[in-house]
């Protein structure tokens, strides 16, 4: 599901707390004179202070449009009046703004986003060119919370602006950016310090593997996804403002790509030792994909226990992930590493449905991809539930059949799906009898 801001807002907030918690009081500030411009530049940053300790939802956004009031009213006063004040803290009020504004932005909110990105070039304009990464990692995300087949032509140009400025910002960050001459204003250390440009270079590569993943250019998202990792693994810094999940989503993605010969040679061993890595960050995406592995025998010895151990890995991260409940639903129905348990099946299949009608009546809460996924997996597990009377199946789905043939030339090892379609054919079933026929003609895990 989309993530809430909010919890976006914290990760980053911590860059800002750092360097002035013990010089900004976390009393409320009473300005006693309009002009007091200074004044209102601290009470927003002891509001600033506050929300990391606010878990009420309408607390929190009462404080980030009062922060966003005290700032606006301290740049407007220093606008008028033509107060004296240093870069830094224009730099630092500008990025504290853009952050407070992408708060209260919808994912759908095109107009306010573009004020958050507005803050973001006033900085870099005033010489703040390492806040570029900023840019590049805001405009992406952007674009990849509304990229959907469902919008219109305007909109759709709008956020194919926002890839391409992305894409342009990250990388004059890494060939220029990234030189910037650390600031000494204690209090932008964490905005820009020796810690948060380790930490932003990565963020940079990561983001670029992203982009040109959407632009269909698999050599270049490779090459940068290489290059992520090696400052991944060369970290030397305490990277405050990084969320460490990218690290497993990294190595996770470096996985797929050696399974798949996206923007390289296939080559499972390194798959394997990707994805294994990244499983034990806790991706479940890799445990899942491990899963599967050892459950279709795919470049590893077929070794069902091991695909049921990162199945349940998989639900104990995400107990939502579709295909997982599927596969562990069809494990226990057929007896597949596992005692055959149609009521354990049915269970699995059961939280599928669960999941299906959550979604289709709230399916702002899901991006595309996640919606499509849920939906097959419920058209496929629907053909399992046909047949479930409360109690048992009164018949089983030849549905497994179809899987041995669509995985025929894949070079998995089928022969737990044959055999089960094998059985259906003995027992009558006229389109098993049919995929059997074919089964025989092809040699598919029985004498050709």
């Known amino acids: 599901m989309k993530m809430y801001l909010k919890y976006y807002f914290l990760i980053n907030l911590l860059f800002i707390l750092c360097s002035f918690t013990n010089t900004v009081s976390s009393e409320p500030v009473q300005c006693s004179s309009e002009y007091d411009y200074m004044c209102f530049y601290e009470s927003a ?11 009420d939802d309408n607390l929190f956004e009462d404080k980030v449009k009062q922060a966003t009031i005290d700032y606006e009213k301290f740049l407007s006063l220093v606008d008028l009046n033509g107060f004296e004040v240093s870069n830094e803290v224009l730099i630092f009020t500008y990025n504290e703004l853009s952050l407070l504004n992408k708060t209260k932005v919808q994912s759908s909110d095109f107009e306010a986003f573009e004020e958050v990105i507005d803050y973001i070039q006033k900085s870099i304009d005033l010489g703040a060119v390492w806040n570029t990464w900023q840019y590049c990692d805001y405009a992406y995300e952007f674009y990849e919370w509304n990229k959907s087949e469902n919008l219109n032509e305007e ?3 709008v956020l194919d602006n926002y890839l391409n400025e992305a894409l342009d910002n990250c990388l004059f960050f890494i060939k220029e ?7 000494d204003a204690e209090f932008l250390q964490d905005y820009w310090g020796k810690a948060s440009r380790e930490a932003f270079v990565f963020k940079s590569f990561y983001n670029l593997l992203w982009i040109y993943y959407d632009q269909l250019n698999s050599a270049e998202s490779l090459k940068y996804a290489l290059i992520a990792e090696e ?11 990084v969320d460490v999940n990218l690290f497993p989503i990294l190595y996770n993605f470096l996985g797929w790509s050696y ?6 040679p296939k080559d499972h061993i390194k798959s394997i030792k990707y994805l294994e890595k990244a499983s034990e960050l806790n991706d479940y995406n890799a445990s899942s994909n491990l899963g599967d592995r050892y459950r279709l025998g795919d470049f590893v010895e077929q070794d069902f226990l091991k695909a049921k151990f990162y199945y349940e890995q998989t639900l104990e991260i995400n107990d939502e992930d579709p295909w997982t409940l599927f596969h562990l639903g069809q494990m226990y129905a057929h007896g597949w590493g596992v005692e055959k348990d149609e009521t354990k099946s049915a269970e699995f299949f059961e939280r599928i449905l669960n999941l299906y009608l959550i979604a289709i009546k709230n399916p702002e809460e899901y991006y595309d991809w996640e919606l499509e996924r849920i939906e097959d997996t419920y058209d496929t597990a629907e053909r399992y539930l046909q047949y479930w009377d409360g109690h048992k199946y009164t018949a089983t789905t030849s549905y ?4 041995a043939s669509e995985k025929y030339y894949k070079n998995y090892n089928l022969s737990h799906l044959v055999s089960v379609c094998s059985e259906l054919a003995e027992a009558g079933d006229i389109a098993a009898a049919y995929w059997m026929i074919e089964f025989y ?5 029985v004498t050709q």
């Open 155 to 157: 909109k759709k140009q």
């Open 231 to 241: 400052k991944a693994n060369s970290k030397k810094e305490e990277w405050l403002g």
């Open 177 to 183: 950016g990234q030189y910037t001459e650390i600031s």
């Open 259 to 264: 399974s798949n010969g996206y923007g390289t």
């Open 441 to 445: 003609a092809l040699g598919n895990e």
């Open 400 to 403: 497994v059949c179809n899987q």
């Open 45 to 55: 940053l002891n509001i600033s202070k506050e929300l990391q300790f606010i878990d």
